[in-house]
């Protein structure tokens, strides 16, 4: 689960990482009157869940609370695209005002699983590259790029924190300030089950204060029940339709850009479904596992999500039947096409328990199925119908 920026802040502020004094608003008036109050030069950001956002035009100066009234009426309500959005961009319709500072220079830090590493833990990176899209310092200049590994079950050792702000170049007056955000930091990804936090960037001022200008942090959906008060922050409307639509309906599913639908049990067999569909030169349109209980209503659901998506023009369904019987998907996969009506050229691959009776019922029924046996011939079957 991912929050906006101004609800990250709200939590740093609450585990003592200094934030830029600020506030949000959804109309341009509330923009002036937070200025007012702040009373210097001010930033207008724009509230979405995505980056990029200053090259998209989502992030302006304002010298006067007149002209943050001004810009806020060009963000507000606008359609703001940048490369994490997709083409389709999200309306804007919260923006975060804060103090303008002197910037004496932009650090990176942020926290994630590494699963690279033997023992999988938390791992804290710091980058002087702070500022610019993590992913391109990693791929470009990697060694600008400082981890540390942390044991989730142990305390944050002090000299952790002053390895990585001595490794960024700070003064030995600062060492102290960023060894404490950074303990902070990993405090509260512990604390909340978080999946990712991120300071981008870490503001060192000219007058030698450290504060956080941004904030992300993404949450793991399994321990949000343990925080009844971050999942109140969800902004379903930041959210993917489908995607929303099929975590309502209990199905786990991702939207993609491609044209072939996927129908599968198993996340592990779906990657490989959709690893498939790419080999045999087609484009997987999602990622769905119905799960290992595929009744016929989970079916129809899971169709009625994937024909919901018009770029689809074909669909695989592919099911391994280990507890799960081969002929009761058979039969789930006739009465939810019957019941819908569904037009859309399929593709159906059963393997497992009574896989034989699974592909009787299809081949004998009055719906067209082009019935594949082996994976690969399964993908090559859908691509050639699109």
Avoid at 27 to 36: G, H, K, L, M, S
Avoid at 122 to 145: C, L, W, Y
Wanted: some cysteine; charged content about 30%; glycine content about 10%.
């Amino acid at each position: 689960m991912k929050i906006h920026e101004y609800q990250a802040k709200k939590i740093f502020k609450d585990y003592g990482i200094p934030i830029p004094e600020g506030d949000v608003a959804t109309t341009p008036e509330e923009v002036r009157n937070i200025a007012e109050r702040i009373g210097k030069r001010v930033v207008v950001k724009a509230q979405i869940h995505a980056g990029g956002r200053g090259k998209g035009g989502g992030v302006k100066t304002a010298d006067s609370p007149e002209e943050a009234e001004k810009v806020a009426g060009e963000i507000i309500g606008m359609n703001l695209v940048t490369h994490q959005t997709g083409p389709e961009g999200k309306t804007v319709k919260t923006v975060l005002v804060e103090e303008a500072l002197d910037i004496e220079k932009e650090l990176y830090l942020g926290i994630a699983i590494d699963r690279a590493w033997d023992q999988e833990q938390p791992v804290i990176m710091a980058s002087e590259a702070g500022g610019m899209e993590i992913e391109e310092v990693a791929s470009k200049t990697p060694e600008k790029i400082i981890k540390v590994g942390a044991n989730p079950v142990g305390s944050f050792s002090g000299f952790q924190g002053r390895k990585i702000a001595y490794g960024l170049g700070m003064d030995k007056p600062v060492v102290g300030k960023a060894s404490k955000i950074i303990e902070s930091l990993y405090r509260l990804f512990v604390e909340k089950d978080a999946s990712l936090v991120e300071i981008n960037p870490l503001l060192l001022t000219k007058d030698g204060e450290l504060l956080a200008l941004d904030a992300k942090i993404n949450f793991d959906d399994d321990g949000l029940y343990r925080h009844p008060e971050i999942k109140e922050l969800r902004d379903v409307d930041e959210e993917e339709p489908l995607e929303l639509k099929a975590s309502n309906a209990g199905v786990n599913y991702i939207k993609l850009d491609g044209n072939v639908g996927c129908m599968v049990n198993g996340a592990g067999l779906a990657m490989a479904t959709m690893d498939l569909i790419k080999l045999a030169g087609g484009e997987p349109a999602n990622f769905l596992d119905v799960g290992g209980g595929a009744s016929a209503e989970s079916i129809e659901k899971a169709f009625r999500i994937l024909t919901s998506d018009k770029n689809v023009k074909a669909i695989l369904v592919n099911i391994f039947g280990g507890i799960l019987r081969c002929d009761r998907v058979a039969s789930g996969v006739i009465e939810a096409a019957t019941n819908m009506n569904l037009t859309l050229p399929m593709v159906v691959r059963l393997q497992g328990t009574n896989v034989e009776e699974g592909r009787k019922l299809l081949q004998e029924s009055s719906l067209k199925f082009e019935v594949a046996e082996g994976l690969f011939e399964a993908a090559e079957k859908v691509v050639a119908l699109v």
